[in-house]
């Protein structure tokens, strides 16, 4: 068993018999992220069973997401609205919150962004699940990768940060909706299928100084995908509980946040083995994304199953 990098705790397993071994990799998590350290690398194997989910994309550079980042929350924030970040519990609200204090605590990127220094610009985490995971993530620092140890031993949490609220009871979360700004809210669901982001939406989507910014996959026929898809067009509204919103605030998205390894991360992972698996079995993954990678694997010599 070795870490998958894919969320904390995530982990790929190695079973050995007598007639053959086999490492499942699970989900596996993309190089370079905050908080997480790299994927550890199998021994060899007989078979490989592995995750191909983006198997046919990039994503984006992490110094250009944090930058893209702070391009969006400054100019956003210049009129004084909100910023709603829909987001994930687990995984993705960490690393939102992460990079936000990097943006709000850096020198470098400060200098950079000075919109975002001085008076701490407000932070709400409206949601108790992840309210629940940041604790536990915050606990579980000794799993945490070197960077991350390092800012902690330098006196900087970088899960905690000046303007940082949580919002755990759901009197706070309706007093919350009556703010009137400047203020990033991030809040469930990631696809804005549920949860507390769907009051935030109601309450803002139709005031054109307010902010959604997408840092997550948006499947199809997720009201998600409906505001990104139809956002440009004239008149263009969204449903939530079967009542008509329109759609007023501006619409940003940012790439480069998901949990899963890329394409490159996944090849770089295999490549890492001391010797070549036996066979490369692909799984959990769109059939246009197994035959890319399997292409790519094949090119470097590898035997798919």
Not at 36 to 64: Q, W
Not at 126 to 154: C, H, M, N, V
Request: proline share 5%.
């Amino acid at each position: 068993m070795g870490r998958a990098g894919h969320i904390l705790g995530s982990a790929w397993v190695r079973f050995s018999g007598d007639c053959a071994t086999v490492v499942f990799s699970g989900d596996l998590g993309s190089r370079n992220t905050p908080l997480l350290p790299d994927p550890d690398i199998p021994e060899p194997c007989d078979l490989l069973v592995m995750e191909s989910t983006y198997g046919d994309r990039r994503h984006g550079d992490r110094n250009h997401r944090i930058e893209r980042l702070g391009e969006v929350l400054s100019h956003a924030l210049a009129d004084g609205g909100k910023v709603f970040v829909p987001a994930f519990s687990l995984g993705r609200s960490q690393e939102l919150i992460y990079e936000m204090d990097r943006l709000f605590s850096d020198a470098e990127w400060q200098a950079k962004f000075p919109e975002l220094a001085g008076e701490k610009v407000p932070v709400f985490l409206d949601s108790p699940l992840g309210l629940k995971i940041t604790e536990i993530y915050s606990r579980l620092g000794k799993f945490w990768d070197q960077e991350s140890r390092g800012l902690l031993a330098g006196g900087d949490h970088p899960l905690d940060f000046a303007g940082l609220y949580g919002v755990d009871s759901f009197k706070r979360h309706h007093r919350l909706l009556d703010y009137e700004g400047p203020g990033v809210i991030v809040a469930g669901s990631g696809m804005c299928s549920g949860g507390r982001i769907i009051d935030h939406l109601k309450a803002g989507i139709g005031e054109t100084r307010n902010d959604i910014l997408f840092a997550g996959y948006q499947a199809n026929g997720t009201p998600g995908r409906d505001i990104l898809q139809y956002h440009k067009r004239p008149g263009a509204y969204v449903y939530f509980d079967d009542k008509k919103y329109e759609i007023k605030a501006r619409v940003h998205q940012l790439s480069g946040y998901s949990a899963h390894a890329d394409c490159d991360d996944l090849v770089a992972w295999v490549t890492a083995m001391a010797e070549k698996p036996g066979k490369i079995k692909l799984v959990h993954g769109d059939s246009g994304a197994q035959k890319a990678l399997a292409g790519k694997l094949a090119g470097n010599g590898y035997l798919m199953a």
